[in-house]
């Protein structure tokens, strides 16, 4: 493993001086260990093809820890009725990357996304990535409506992308019951985490409040006090995340 630092913001008067941590995998090192220190693959340079990953506020699910709230409930109730909904799982080397795919995902990041669209480069790298692996492909009357791209081993699942048609938020929350689908199923396969991403401003709070067992990482290890994750979104400088 290949530790980069690279000088980030600088506070002079109050002593802060800051520095991105980032990763390089290396043949013999462990995807799951990568994730349980706090890292998350990084693809913002689509011309740089190395297992690059960053360090970040990032929340994961013990599943010893997970049940279905009320809300879960309530979500999978309305999709069931307005939807015939079926997912499939596929092995990356199983799925058919065509076109279409490709499509539907970067339409889904012009449309969704808070920064920059993918670019076709970009989701080309994010599929030859060694941390994405298995793809679950949501289905409504045997029509894709849905994807999310993840990394799975026996222990962990880390949820990287999804990508979902946005019609249907006009009447259902699709993003959450696809979200909540992979997690129960991950819990059903005696997972121990699932990864979800980075927990930064107001509008990521929505990981906390849906789902049980939240932990996060302050830079050092997990924590599960949610309350004090919860203030520290809320006073987030830049909520574009």
């Given at each position: 493993?290949?530790?980069i630092?690279?000088?980030?913001?600088?506070?002079?008067?109050?002593?802060?001086?800051?520095?991105?941590?980032?990763?390089?995998?290396?043949?013999?090192?462990?995807?799951?260990?990568?994730?349980?220190?706090?890292?998350l693959?990084?693809?913002?340079?689509?011309?740089?093809?190395?297992?690059?990953?960053?360090?970040?506020?990032?929340?994961?699910?013990?599943?010893?820890?997970?049940?279905?709230?009320?809300?879960?409930?309530?979500?999978?109730?309305?999709?069931?009725?307005?939807l015939?909904?079926?997912?499939?799982?596929?092995?990356?080397?199983n799925?058919?990357?065509?076109?279409?795919?490709?499509?539907?995902?970067?339409?889904?990041?012009k449309?969704?996304?808070?920064?920059?669209?993918?670019?076709?480069?970009?989701?080309?790298?994010i599929?030859?990535?060694?941390?994405?692996?298995?793809?679950?492909?949501?289905?409504?009357?045997?029509?894709?409506?849905g994807?999310?791209?993840?990394?799975?081993?026996?222990?962990?699942?880390?949820?990287?992308?999804?990508?979902?048609?946005?019609?249907?938020?006009?009447?259902i929350?699709?993003?959450?019951?696809?979200?909540?689908?992979?997690?129960?199923?991950a819990?059903?396969?005696?997972?121990?985490?699932?990864?979800?991403?980075?927990?930064?401003?107001?509008?990521?709070?929505?990981?906390?409040?849906?789902?049980?067992?939240?932990?996060?990482?302050?830079?050092?290890?997990?924590?599960?006090?949610?309350?004090?994750?919860?203030s520290?979104?809320?006073?987030?400088?830049?909520?574009?995340?």
């Amino acid at each position: 493993m290949k530790i980069i630092l690279s000088e980030d913001r600088i506070d002079y008067q109050n002593y802060r001086f800051g520095y991105c941590v980032n990763i390089i995998l290396e043949e013999d090192d462990s995807i799951e260990k990568v994730f349980e220190r706090g890292y998350l693959p990084y693809t913002g340079d689509s011309k740089n093809t190395e297992e690059i990953y960053y360090l970040a506020r990032s929340v994961r699910i013990n599943l010893s820890r997970y049940v279905r709230l009320s809300e879960n409930k309530r979500v999978i109730k309305k999709i069931k009725s307005s939807l015939n909904i079926s997912v499939d799982e596929h092995k990356k080397e199983n799925f058919n990357h065509d076109n279409k795919f490709e499509k539907f995902c970067i339409e889904y990041s012009k449309e969704r996304f808070s920064n920059e669209s993918l670019s076709n480069e970009r989701l080309q790298l994010i599929i030859k990535r060694e941390n994405y692996n298995k793809i679950y492909e949501f289905k409504s009357d045997n029509d894709p409506i849905g994807y999310v791209i993840t990394f799975s081993n026996n222990n962990i699942i880390h949820y990287w992308f999804s990508f979902y048609d946005t019609k249907y938020l006009e009447s259902i929350p699709i993003g959450k019951f696809m979200m909540e689908h992979i997690i129960h199923s991950a819990k059903k396969n005696d997972k121990k985490y699932i990864y979800l991403g980075t927990c930064y401003g107001k509008d990521s709070l929505y990981k906390v409040r849906d789902f049980k067992g939240i932990e996060y990482f302050d830079g050092n290890e997990w924590i599960d006090d949610i309350e004090k994750l919860k203030s520290i979104c809320k006073t987030d400088q830049n909520d574009k995340f």
